[in-house]
């Protein structure tokens, strides 16, 4: 329960944690309580399909939260993605009406800053370096 997680959590810190991940937690009366009671930061988890309701990031801040984890939202949603595009493969035969779905090139480039890596390259493996 809620005191013994708090006691454990307690006893972490004694021993060095420099922040609790308070896990399970129902409401934000019991996150509240871990902020006042633990005095180093306390994490929220956010899993979808998970105990913890979806508050959110102004509530968690409301009651001394500074740190949320969202452990699998992207790789939930992206593994949803990529079964409707093989499956509409799988029935179409080809991806193209699923296309605006999809990321482009560009934009996969642009996210990753990847024309100013190309250059880096060059400029530290080019030949003439001057």
């Known amino acids: 329960g809620q005191s013994a997680a708090l006691d454990r959590a307690s006893a972490y810190v004694e021993a060095g944690a420099d922040m609790i991940f308070a896990e399970a937690i129902h409401s ?11 005095k180093v930061p306390v994490l929220a988890n956010l899993t979808e399909f998970g105990a913890t309701p979806f508050f959110t990031v102004d509530e968690l801040a ?5 740190m949320i984890l969202y452990p699998l939202s992207g790789f ?3 593994n949803k993605a ?10 179409k035969g080809t991806q193209s009406s ?5 990321q482009t090139r ?3 480039y642009d996210m990753l800053d990847y ?6 390259l060059d400029q530290l493996f080019s030949k003439d370096k001057g």
């Not at 990529?82 to 029935?91: E, Q, R, S």
Request: overall charge negative.
């Open 106 to 108: 560009m934009e996969l």
């Open 98 to 102: 699923v296309i605006d779905i999809m």
């Open 82 to 91: 990529a079964l409707d595009v093989f499956k509409t493969i799988i029935d």
């Open 115 to 120: 024309h100013a890596y190309e250059e880096k």
């Open 76 to 78: 939930r949603a992206m």
């Open 62 to 66: 409301s009651v001394g939260i500074s």
């Open 28 to 38: 934000l009366k019991e996150y509240e309580e871990f902020v006042n009671e633990i």
